[in-house]
C-alpha cells in the first residue's frame, strides 16, 4: 500500500512546489529585472515589448515572444538561463538576479497563461 501511495505523495509535492514558485514569480516586481534584461541581454533581444526599430538579433527572438510560448514557465526560464546555447554568451546570474530576471520575462505573458 505504502509503495502505490508514495510516489503519488511525490507528485502532489513537487506540484505544490511549482505552484508556490510560480506564484513567487507573479508576485515580484518585474521591474529589477527589466533593468538586468536591458543590461544583459538588450544587446540581441527586444527586451521591452513594442520597442522600435529593427532587432538587434534577428535569430534572438523578442521578450515577449518568449514569454507568450506555451512552454515557458518559471521552472522552464531558469533551466534555460543556466543551459549554455550556441549564438547565447554564457551569462552567469546570481539567485536574486533569475528571480528578478523570470520574474520580469512572466510579467510579459498574457493574464491568462
Same mark, same amino acid.
Given at each position: ?11 502532489? %509535492?513537487?506540484?505544490?512546489? %511549482? ?6 514569480? !507573479? !508576485?515580484? @516586481?518585474? %521591474?529589477? $529585472? ?5 543590461? @544583459?541581454?538588450? %544587446? ?5 515589448? $513594442?520597442?522600435? $526599430? ?6 534572438? &527572438?523578442?521578450? !515577449?515572444?518568449?514569454?507568450?510560448? &506555451? ?20 551569462? !552567469? ?16 505573458? &498574457?493574464?491568462?497563461?
Amino acid at each position: 500500500m505504502v509503495r502505490r501511495i508514495f510516489p503519488l505523495l511525490i507528485a502532489m %509535492a513537487c506540484a505544490q512546489a %511549482a505552484l508556490a514558485q510560480q506564484a513567487s514569480a !507573479q !508576485q515580484r @516586481d518585474p %521591474a529589477p $529585472g527589466r533593468r538586468i534584461a536591458e543590461r @544583459d541581454c538588450a %544587446a540581441c533581444h527586444e527586451v521591452r515589448p $513594442g520597442e522600435t $526599430g529593427p532587432s538587434p538579433r534577428p535569430s534572438a &527572438p523578442p521578450f !515577449q515572444l518568449v514569454a507568450r510560448m &506555451p512552454s515557458t514557465t518559471e521552472l522552464s526560464l531558469r533551466v534555460f538561463l543556466r543551459t549554455s546555447h550556441a549564438g547565447m554568451p554564457n551569462l !552567469q546570474f546570481s539567485e536574486s538576479e533569475m528571480d528578478d530576471l523570470v520574474a520580469y520575462l512572466m510579467s510579459l505573458s &498574457p493574464p491568462d497563461k
